[in-house]
């Protein structure tokens, strides 16, 4: 590349990578998808959450709030904390639910580096249907295990995600792993 076509600071443009298919997930999202909106049984969650840990993936429940395998992980092991209760916002939730939620997400972090092993874990939230949020009447905090070098280019130019293991035996290695007491 020429320097003249350098902008300033020196540094190259960016390149870009196309993921064409967020436009379907995003239009799904902006108008709805029937599976993901509350019905008369609640929330997408509040369904899961009927079922046995076993059938619904779930890894440890509390009086107040539980842990989800994600059936459409971002990474193997990628783990939703939820209130039992469908609350949409972090500031809908009682003191005790906010308290059982963080104690669960520390939990989850535990379970994962020491039933999966990984190097890091992004923790976070997306509040509301234009940060994201696939399931946006009932908060969740996503905690996504980590390796390093686990990016790849299979979601971009594939669109599949690779995942090393099945969901039922990721499932059995984090509720092995669970810390606390409030697990099975």
């Known amino acids: 590349m020429a320097d003249d076509a350098r902008p300033?600071?020196?540094r190259p443009p960016l390149d870009h990578l196309w993921a064409g298919w967020r436009a379907t997930y995003l239009e799904r999202a902006v108008s709805g998808d029937a599976a993901l909106e509350r019905d008369a049984a609640g929330t997408l969650f509040e369904r899961i959450l009927t079922l046995d840990d076993e059938s619904g993936r779930i890894v440890a429940r509390g009086p107040r709030c539980s842990v989800l395998l994600n059936a459409?992980?971002?990474a193997n092991g990628h783990l939703l904390?939820?209130?039992n209760r469908a609350v949409a916002e972090l500031h809908e939730?009682?003191?005790g639910e906010?308290?059982?939620l963080w104690a669960m997400v520390r939990d989850a972090v535990a379970a994962l580096r020491g039933g999966l092993g990984c190097e890091g874990i992004n923790v976070g939230c997306n509040l509301g249907r234009a940060a994201g949020a696939g399931v946006p009447d009932h908060l969740h905090v996503?905690?996504?295990?980590r390796w390093a070098g686990d990016t790849n280019?299979?979601?971009a130019v594939a669109d599949a995600r690779v995942l090393?293991?099945?969901l039922a035996a990721t499932w059995r290695l984090l509720r092995e792993a669970w810390p606390s007491a409030v697990a099975p």
């Not at 996503?142 to 295990?145: F, L, M, T």
């Open 153 to 155: 280019f299979m979601t």
């Open 72 to 74: 459409y992980p971002y």
């Open 93 to 95: 939730l009682d003191d």
């Open 81 to 83: 904390v939820v209130p």
């Open 142 to 145: 996503h905690c996504v295990p």
């Open 164 to 166: 090393p293991q099945p």
């Open 8 to 10: 300033a600071g020196g």
């Open 98 to 100: 906010h308290a059982e």
